[in-house]
């Protein structure tokens, strides 16, 4: 469905209670929901022993599995190299 006739079947009113809606409780993005849901389990069980963590901080990205990944290689590397005396 198209903009024009999104416009033509539902009223502004409507359209801001969907918007509401989605801010509570997002549909579609699965990532979104699942670090939501880990955020509040894992801050809930910190209690105030812990750094809260918020939502988007567990959400993986490209940037961060590159990053790891990278580690993860030289350390890897680093650990044959260690075993095969090189």
């Known amino acids: ?10 009223e502004p009113v409507e359209f801001e209670e969907w918007m509401a809606m989605y801010d509570l409780e997002p549909w ?3 990532w979104k929901q699942a670090a939501m849901v880990a955020a509040m389990v894992r801050n809930s ?20 599995r ?3 990944d990278e580690i993860e290689d030289e350390s890897l590397t680093a650990r044959w190299r260690q075993k095969l005396n090189f």
């Open 45 to 64: 069980a910190m209690g105030s022993t812990g750094e809260p963590v918020q939502s988007q901080d567990l959400i993986p990205t490209l940037e961060n």
């Open 28 to 30: 579609g993005d699965d």
């Open 66 to 68: 590159k990053a790891t």
């Open 1 to 10: 469905m198209d903009v024009d006739a999104a416009l033509q079947e539902i």
